[in-house]
């Protein structure tokens, strides 16, 4: 197939590039290279990717209109994995503008470029953040999700919102994925595995909010690639109605994928100790603004879909991470 992977230079968008190559696959790659984190781990990324015969990479934002349409038109992708976006819920209270950029107006030009080119699947990446002040656990795609706390999760309930509309009016079969709180190697700088890593190791206190009472659903990343591989196989079919929320009479699905297992944060803190051999010196805060105090998602009608179910604890991706940290840092 000939496949588009957007955010190829970002954490999931690598790793989703290298476990397809070698498949007789011609897949083409985007990224706008920005400046949210480290952009010398981004460059990283592509030159691990660079020397794999079978990916291209374009230097492209998402929300130049007229750049994203000639992409389109001149590729003819069979299939799109759209992981690009901008991400993290406590940048969006300080850069709401940006989000608007990448995550409404980039989605749609995707969507777009799938309805002209007549696209056979799209699979894109929306969040466990659109639970929001959702109490009910574990979350389940049926869930009602009308309350975002933060404006990203409100730009990936948006994204939702859109690609059932172009499924429904354009027949373009669209998968969003609800993705938990992935980590592992290559991971990005913003999130509180590669934090903590890096603080422990230099001897830094590490910010803990909500004084330690939360819990995550920490997802190691090749069972994320997994299950992003495994569901692009499977097609999004006309169906009947219905009144869930995550069911339609249009070819769009929408699934969880996370481990299924919430770890507390302290106990992951703990793993992060093991592995790196370092005592945590833990700066205890209140909860931060647009943030939730624990996520756990309901995997099974991906389970069904796929038949994968994810395979890597908490303490064995730990380890793993902080091993390829030790090694890209040289410390």
Known sequence: MKLLITGMAGFIGHAVAKRLTGQSHDIVGIDNLNDYYDVALKHARLAELSECSDVRFIELDLSDREGMASLFADEGFDRVIHLAAQAGVRYSLEKPHVYADANLVGHLNVLEGCRQQRVEHLVYASSSSVYGMNGK?????????????????????????????????????????RFFTVYGPWGRPDMAPYKFTKALLEGDPIAVFN???????????????????????????LGDATDSPDSSTAPYALYNIGNGSPVA?????????????????CDFQP??????????????????????????????GVQRFVDWYREFYEV
């Open 287 to 316: 909860m931060q603004p647009g943030d939730v105090p624990r996520t756990w998602a309901d995997t099974e009608a991906l389970f069904e879909a796929t038949g994968y179910r994810p395979r890597v604890g908490v303490e064995e």
């Open 137 to 177: 656990v574990p979350f389940a795609t049926g869930d009602a999700v009308d309350h975002p706390i933060s404006l990203y999760a409100a730009t990936k309930k948006a994204n939702e919102l859109m690609s059932h509309t172009y499924s429904h009016l354009y027949g373009v079969p669209t998968t969003g994925l």
């Open 265 to 281: 944060l302290m106990d992951f803190i703990r793993a992060i100790e093991k592995a790196t051999g370092c005592e945590a010196k």
């Open 211 to 237: 004084h330690g009472d939360m819990s995550r659903d920490f997802t190691y990343i090749d069972d994320i690639v997994e299950g992003i591989v495994r569901i692009l196989e499977v097609m999004p079919q």
